[in-house]
């Protein structure tokens, strides 16, 4: 079935450093991909989407380029602030299933 | 655009009552929405899923006589936890879509559920 694997253990890092979580997923069809963010105490928030290869997707910041030959979909920012702390979900839906699969999350602390 | 309202967000309650969760999507109909439990520092879990005016379909392992799911309009759904237990004490959250699944679902803010 569709799955979405993300880099394992949180992610602290200085602010105004570079920002890159992996994400990797499998899928039968040509699925749509998506970041969501979760503060704490939050629901999910999009972040960002792609819905076929080489679409570029981009948000406050955050880059996503769908890469159907390595099946990947890693979010990037070039200079994180403390305001970016929060878990960060890969998700994948694929036309044929009605359902979102998400990766694990990634807590990402940014230090002052 | 694309806002998903939920309501309660905290609610606490005395072990064998029943909690209704409201989901409302504000400026869109929503075709689909889904409710989702999570619990700390997990990934959500898909409970199930509701199309308005037809019955949820719930996922392996959900019972479906404990967690009742009402979809009556294209702007809200609502989630009736029954006889709820100190078990069931979790974050709840619904999302809604509009359209087919190449969509992005919308997330509410959440319900933290807490039975004593």
């Known amino acids: 079935g569709d799955s979405v694997t993300q880099m394992e253990g949180p992610v602290t890092l200085s602010e105004e450093a570079c920002l890159t979580i992996?994400?990797?997923?499998?899928?039968?069809?040509?699925?749509?991909l998506f970041w969501y963010v979760q503060y704490p105490g939050e629901g999910l928030q999009l972040l960002l989407k792609?819905?076929?290869?080489?679409d570029k997707g981009s948000n406050k910041g955050f880059e996503a380029t769908y890469r159907k030959e390595t099946t990947s979909f890693h979010l990037e920012k070039g200079s994180v602030q403390v305001s970016d702390s929060a878990v960060y979900f890969c998700?994948?839906?694929?036309?044929?299933?009605?359902?979102?699969?998400f990766g694990k999350g990634n807590q990402v602390v940014v230090i002052p | 655009g694309a806002v998903v309202s939920q309501h309660p967000s905290w609610v606490i309650c005395k072990s064998g009552t029943s909690v209704k969760i409201e989901c409302r999507s504000l400026d869109f109909q929503a075709t689909t929405m889904f409710w989702y439990r999570q619990f700390p520092k997990q990934s959500l879990m898909l409970m199930a899923t509701?199309?308005?005016?037809?019955?949820?379909?719930?996922e392996q392992g959900v019972e479906k006589d404990k967690f009742l799911i009402n979809h009556a309009s294209l702007t809200l759904s609502t989630l009736t936890v029954t006889s709820a237990h100190p078990e069931d004490s979790s974050f709840y959250i619904c999302?809604?879509?509009?359209?087919?699944?190449?969509?992005?679902?919308?997330f509410g803010d959440g319900t933290r559920l807490s039975i004593l």
């Open positions: 792609a819905t076929k290869a080489d």
């Open positions: 998700a994948l839906s694929d036309n044929g299933n009605n359902r979102l699969a």
């Open positions: 509701s199309n308005e005016g037809s019955k949820a379909t719930y």
């Open positions: 992996n994400c990797t997923y499998t899928a039968t069809g040509y699925p749509s």
């Open positions: 999302s809604a879509r509009q359209g087919t699944s190449n969509q992005p679902q919308h």
